[in-house]
């Protein structure tokens, strides 16, 4: 008797109405729901008919409106097998009215995202995890790993992987996924939105579905971490959330990869990925628990400004293993700042408070612990030292790690 047998056995089932198709939830453990749709004119099942349930890995079965029940298996088309990990965001949030676009809470799954979308069944299988459920300004190390562990585990068994984030760091997220996964062919696609679901003109139905075709697409492989949002599809690597409310919200300056237009893919360019990617290993027992905490180093990011001096760095300096400073300009600070910086211990990165353009070495002090940040964000670079410190490099091979990629 199969893994999925034993849970249907094990869970009670109910059934919901989603537009031509009905939902069977086997398991609605937030944790471990994962369900899979197959397209219609596969092998039609009853609940616990033979063969099938013994394969697939899943707690979830869907029945079109004719009657049938419909599993993974599809002897007449292959369809790529692209999972979806949860892990919340406006997306997955609603408000108390349709006008409501802020002060919303996250109370959806991916399973409630997939109801608003059109029939994908003759697009791709689907199958779902919820990792979390949080807004992401609460990612932490925990969820990091937890997505770092499943990505590894299921870049093996799936076509297309599917992330859905809240926007405010997604590209936090994207930036440490594509420095530690080699993913090989399979796409990688993170997706948010800027408007909860329960407001009028909710942008995250399209911006799933979009993301859901593109990580189905031959024309996606061996591009790494890709975003899906507002019909653009971007570097991982490079996007970067520049208006905090628009739905116009991200901006890349490496430029876009491509578009979505009406069901149509359109890259620009051939399929290729950031300098830089996938070049650290992490540690990790996959099939061990995540750490709780401490995974990385500390690393903090301050923001200089006007009357910007040494008063607040001393105070957190003994407590953290690196330093990021978002400068004034291209690596600008008031010279006793440069002075008191340069002899540190720690490593300090050069970032900047401007959007675009770089901090080149020259604009930096002549001192082996501080290092420009070349293109990288105030984030970006947080992340980029905490993955160097975890590798245990010395401040020269941070340093080329830096230059190598960014031009620090
Ligand atoms: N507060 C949200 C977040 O989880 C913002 C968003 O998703 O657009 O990041």
Aim: charged residues 20%; negative net charge; hydrophobic residues 35%.
């Amino acid at each position: 008797m199969g893994h999925l047998e034993n849970s249907i056995m094990k869970n009670q089932i109910s059934t919901q109405t989603v537009g031509q198709m009905e939902i069977t939830t086997i398991c609605d453990d937030i944790k471990k729901s994962q369900f899979i749709l197959s397209p219609s004119g596969s092998r039609n099942e009853e609940l616990g008919g033979e063969n099938e349930l013994n394969t697939v890995d899943s707690n979830i079965s869907f029945r079109s409106a004719n009657g049938s029940r419909h599993f993974l298996h599809s002897e007449t088309k292959k369809l790529p097998k692209i999972k979806i990990l949860g892990t919340g965001g406006t997306i997955a949030s609603s408000g108390s009215s349709a006008s409501q676009t802020a002060g919303y809470k996250v109370d959806l799954t991916v399973q409630d995202l997939l109801k608003s979308i059109p029939d994908i069944s003759g697009i791709c299988e689907i199958a779902y995890e919820q990792l979390c459920n949080v807004d992401s300004k609460e990612m932490n190390e925990e969820i990091l790993w937890l997505i770092y562990k499943t990505i590894s585990q299921d870049i093996q068994k799936y076509d297309g992987l599917i992330v859905t984030h809240g926007t405010d760091t997604l590209s936090e997220t994207a930036f440490f996924v594509e420095n530690t996964i080699d993913s090989g062919n399979v796409p990688i696609v993170f997706v948010g939105s800027m408007r909860p679901s329960s407001s009028l003109g909710f942008d995250g139905t399209m911006n799933l579905y979009q993301a859901i075709c593109i990580a189905s697409s031959e024309k996606s492989k061996g591009r790494g971490t890709l975003v899906s949002l507002n019909d653009q599809i971007s570097a991982g690597f490079y996007i970067t959330k520049t208006n905090a409310n628009s739905l116009d919200s991200f901006n890349v300056r490496q430029g876009y990869l491509g578009n979505f237009v009406n069901n149509e893919i359109h890259y620009y360019y051939p399929p290729c990925k950031p300098l830089g990617a996938g070049r650290f290993k992490l540690n990790l027992d996959l099939n061990g628990e995540p750490p709780k905490s401490n995974v990385f180093s500390r690393v903090a990011i301050l923001y200089a400004h006007q009357s910007f001096n040494s008063e607040l760095i001393e105070l957190i300096v003994p407590h953290y293993d690196g330093l990021v400073i978002a400068t004034m300009g291209a690596g600008s600070l008031p010279e006793a700042l440069d002075n008191y910086l340069s002899k540190l211990e720690i490593p300090v990165i050069y970032s900047k408070r401007s959007m675009d353009g770089m901090v080149p070495i020259v604009n930096v002090p002549n001192s082996i612990n501080c290092i420009a940040s070349g293109y990288l964000n105030p984030e970006k670079s947080r992340i980029l030292l905490q993955l160097c410190l975890y590798s245990q490099y010395s401040l020269k091979e941070i340093r080329e790690s830096f230059n190598g990629v960014y031009g620090g």
